[in-house]
Structure formats: structure tokens, C-alpha cells
């Protein structure tokens, strides 16, 4: 099976460099003008035969963009956490934060001061992820696409990619993907970054 995994499009808190997980912003006019400009690149990648998405906006609109308003199913786990304390702030404003620093040392295993409990983050993008490949055997799908965030990508691809690259080694720019294939063991290979 082929999983197209595509990070959402830039929302005005990505371009202002702060943590964006729970607050459902929309993609601002440039994330929408570079999503526009690299449709041909995911036009190669195309047709899938279906299509998931995170619920909130920016995952929605980046989909409707790349996809053309495919209908899709929207997955509830696959929103990003909830950053608590860190959301809408940026690095500068963090950076003397213990818990801050905290969750860069344990890549995201730490707890954020009102944020998703950690283990409870990695466990429902499992579980995301799971649905995802049993849907897609249920119905007999050999491709498809999912439209979400940069954590819940690395969250997934940093437990079952098979090269176990470094955590932040799967952050994607805002609107790139990876063309991958699933094994029977559910183990993600990497085709090609977008």
C-alpha cells in the first residue's frame, strides 16, 4: 500500500514562527498562493483513492487546494496537540522555559503546562494512523492521502519509518509531503520527500 502524508499549508502564526497546535487557524493568502504554486508537484502524486484530513481549517483548506474539494473523511485524531502554555508563542518568548526546553530534549515526550498529555498525543496518532491502514484494507485502497500536521507526522514516521532517522528529522516545510509505502508489518519506507 502507498500513503501519500502531506503537512498543511502556512497559517499567519507558521509565518510568525509560533507554536500552532489547538487554535484552528486558517491558511493566510501566501500559504494559500504557495499551495497553489506547488498543486503541480502534487498533481504528479495523483489520483489517490481516498483522501483523510485533520478537522481543523488549515488542514481542510491545504486538501481542498491540493485536491481539488475531494471529499474526504476527517479524522479527529489526526488534529495536531494542544500546546498549552506554548501556544501562539513564539521561540524567543520560550527559550528560559524549563518545560520548554524540556520537550526539545524528550522530542515532544515531556508534558506542556496545560497542553495534550504527552502520551496521550503519541497514542492517538497511532491510533490515527492504524485506522488509516485498516480502512484502507477493509476497502481494498492501495492509495491514498492524509492531510496533516508537521507533529503528527514526525510523531508516526519516528515510530515506523524503517530508516529511524532523529525525531525532528521528519518536520516538513509547510505544504510538503512524503510519497511512502506500508508494509505488511505496518512499517513506513520513504519513496520521496515532496
Given at each position: ?35 497553489i ?7 504528479k ?14 488542514c ?110 521528519y ?24
Amino acid at each position: 500500500m502507498k500513503i501519500l502524508f502531506i503537512r498543511h499549508g502556512q497559517t499567519q502564526l507558521n509565518a510568525e514562527g509560533r507554536w500552532l497546535g489547538s487554535t484552528d487557524a486558517p491558511l493566510c493568502e501566501s500559504g494559500k498562493n504557495v499551495l497553489i504554486s506547488k498543486k503541480n508537484i502534487i498533481d504528479k502524486y495523483k489520483p489517490v483513492q481516498k483522501l483523510y484530513s485533520s478537522p481543523m481549517k488549515r488542514c481542510v483548506e491545504t486538501a481542498d487546494i491540493y485536491f481539488n474539494d475531494m471529499q474526504k473523511e476527517i479524522i479527529d485524531d489526526l488534529r495536531e496537540r494542544a500546546f498549552g502554555d506554548f501556544e501562539g508563542k513564539n521561540h524567543d518568548e520560550l527559550k528560559k522555559n524549563p518545560y520548554y526546553n524540556e520537550f526539545f530534549k524528550t522530542n515532544w515526550k515531556s508534558n506542556v503546562p496545560n497542553g495534550e498529555d504527552s502520551e496521550n498525543f503519541f497514542y492517538r496518532t497511532e491510533n490515527a494512523y492504524f485506522y488509516i491502514i485498516e480502512d484502507m484494507k477493509k476497502n481494498n485502497l492501495e492509495y491514498t492521502a492524509i492531510v496533516t500536521h508537521g507533529g503528527v507526522i514526525m510523531s508516526i514516521f519516528s515510530r515506523y519509518d524503517k530508516q529511524k532517522l532523529g525525531f525532528y528529522e521528519y518536520l516538513l516545510q509547510n505544504g510538503g509531503g512524503y510519497y511512502t509505502e506500508i508494509d505488511d508489518k505496518n512499517c513506513i519506507s520513504i519513496i520521496e520527500k515532496l
